[in-house]
């Protein structure tokens, strides 16, 4: 019998946006309240991420920036787009800390899959950059982790929000021990993420970007995952399977033109998952973006019946 997880916490609540935003507490709220499958335990309760586990990940400046930030009750990190508020660090914390928790879960308890509902999101925050509504890379604080605790060698990031993952690329760019994909509109926000990126150094050929046109739809997405993703899984041998799920590819986001359904979402999980079965090894999804609350609770719901 499987064993399948949901993480969250109320507390990524009070990461409370100045002014109309689209990422909202809300868009947690409507997962919060979602009837989980039935098989599907739930924890809500579970540490904060710890600065040393930050720090494998982001330089000491940007620990430090946001910090300072939060000390100071600045509303606005960057140039327009990551907002703070009394409770955006401790939120921060609590999002990078589902990632390891999930970890822990996953390889010493013997869970299969575990989905974590986490705000503010993680994957464009860079090593040493807050970026777009993102402070903590949450998903590479936990590949990190995992490889420091000896839990993992290699891991396979799948990144289907519908932006570019820049900041979980600028992470692992050299990195061959991270398999790195991203599937994204472009042109769109924040404009990077061409085919022609790949990796450096030892990760050459280890960062994959395939961009994708607006209104392309889920039969484009499912044949870039039969073709082009799931054979190099396969051939990589990954520990883990990590997915960046952000659910703004749904054709009725506000932030995008990608026109996919919550059937897409099902079938990609799908596909994801039985890669992982065929490999036995675990997946570990966390959430990224997803803005028009009914797309975003419906597709989370497609994904996790079949995680
Ligand atoms: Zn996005």
């Given amino acids: 019998m499987a064993k399948r997880l949901f993480i969250s916490s109320e507390k990524m609540l009070y990461h409370i946006p100045p002014s109309a935003h ?48 939060s000390a100071k009750g600045q509303q606005m990190l960057d140039e327009g787009d990551t907002y703070g508020s009394p409770g955006s660090l401790e939120a921060a914390y609590i999002a ?32 040493n950059r807050v970026m777009g509504f993102c402070y903590l890379s949450n998903l590479a604080i936990a590949v990190r982790y995992a490889q420091r605790k000896g839990y993992i060698k290699r891991a396979a990031i799948i990144d289907w929000d519908v932006h570019h993952g820049n900041g979980t690329q600028d992470i692992f760019y050299d990195d061959n021990s991270v ?24 990760g050459e050929g280890y960062t994959v970007n395939i961009p994708v046109k607006p209104g392309t739809t889920g039969e484009v997405y499912t044949a870039i995952l039969r073709e082009q993703i799931i054979p190099r899984i396969t051939e990589f041998r990954p520990d883990c399977l990590f997915i960046s799920a952000g659910f703004d590819a749904h054709e009725d986001d506000p932030l995008a033109q990608v026109s996919l359904t919550e059937a897409d979402y099902a079938e990609m999980t799908v596909m994801l998952k039985s890669c992982a079965d065929s490999l036995s090894i675990p997946v570990i999804s966390v959430l990224e973006g997803g803005y028009n609350l009914t797309a975003l609770a419906g597709s989370v719901k497609a994904h996790l019946g079949k995680l």
């Fill in 22 to 69: 689209a990422e909202r507490p809300e868009r947690l709220k409507a997962l919060l309240k979602l009837e989980l499958p039935e098989d599907f335990y739930k924890i809500e309760d579970f540490a904060p991420v710890t600065d040393q586990d930050i720090l494998q990940v982001h330089n000491p400046a940007h620990l430090e920036y946001i910090q300072q930030a």
């Fill in 96 to 127: 990078a800390g589902a990632g390891i928790a999930a970890a822990n879960k996953v390889f010493t308890e013997g869970y299969d899959s575990v989905f974590c509902a986490v705000r503010p999101p993680g994957h464009h925050a860079e090593r």
């Fill in 179 to 202: 398999l790195f994909f991203s599937i994204h509109q472009m042109p769109l926000w924040p404009g990077t993420g061409y085919a022609s990126e790949t990796g450096e150094g030892a």
